[in-house]
């Protein structure tokens, strides 16, 4: 079975700190993507990466950026994390384009 | 820009029922649809894939089918149980040049109550 598997369940940081969400997958999946959803709105597409070193900006990537060093690792950063930043983050993978979408347990971010 | 609806945004029916849920989208140039469960605070489990050529899959009591010309996928729920208890949401890939990137419903809210 795959498995994606996100640093920390729940995360509290205060307005302004950097943080860092980290995301793992164990099975070679090409393509990772990191969304934030919230009640009303839905799953919101952050950034994605098709490879290595690779990223394309999803629908909100404004006060985020990430990385990709390694294959297995995507990792999602809040550069001066802010209160409209609290969110349910969620880490995906698949294996290529046309192959299942599978998430991890997410992260639930709470900034004061 | 593709657009996904889900309806009804929830349903609550007894165990035993059969139910179908519905998801439409605007663009039929899909790659593919994929349909997930997500139980209240964790991440989407996966539960079928219908790549754009197909018309249906099936996995024991769950059943989805594709209609892309109409832009609608149904899910069918047999014999519904409390332990489907969920939301259910519905994702489309599309073709050209965002093909890595899925378009989601807001998702059914359903509840079986025994």
């Known amino acids: 079975d795959v498995k994606v598997t996100q640093s920390s369940r729940y995360l509290v940081k205060r307005t302004g700190e950097k943080v860092f969400l980290e995301c793992v997958q164990d099975m070679d999946h090409e393509n990772m993507f990191w969304y934030r959803q919230d009640p009303g709105l839905g799953l919101r597409l952050i950034y994605f990466?098709?490879?290595?070193?690779?990223?394309e900006k999803g629908d909100i990537p404004e006060g985020y950026s990430v990385s990709r060093e390694k294959k297995e690792r995507f990792s999602l950063i809040l550069e001066s994390a802010s209160t409209n930043q609290t969110s349910m983050y969620l880490c995906?993978?698949?294996?290529?384009?046309?192959?299942?979408?599978?998430f991890g347990n997410g992260t639930r971010l709470t900034v004061t | 820009k593709q657009e996904v609806t889900q309806i009804p945004a929830a349903l609550s029916v007894p165990e035993g029922e059969n139910l179908v849920l519905n998801c439409s989208f605007t663009?039929?140039?899909?790659?593919?649809l994929q349909w997930f469960r997500q139980d209240p605070g964790k991440g989407l489990t996966s539960l079928l894939l219908?790549?754009?050529?197909?018309r249906e899959q099936t996995s024991g009591r769950l059943n989805a089918s594709l209609d892309k010309s109409s832009g609608r996928s149904t899910l069918y729920i047999a014999a519904s149980q409390p332990g489907d208890s969920a939301t259910y949401l519905c994702?489309?890939?599309?073709?050209?040049?965002?093909?890595?990137?899925?378009?989601f419903g807001r998702g059914t809210q359903l509840t079986v109550w025994p």
């Open positions: 990466s098709y490879d290595v070193k690779m990223k």
């Open positions: 663009d039929s140039a899909i790659y593919n």
């Open positions: 995906a993978s698949s294996l290529i384009l046309d192959s299942p979408l599978h």
């Open positions: 219908i790549q754009s050529s197909q």
């Open positions: 994702a489309v890939r599309n073709r050209g040049s965002t093909l890595g990137r899925l378009y």
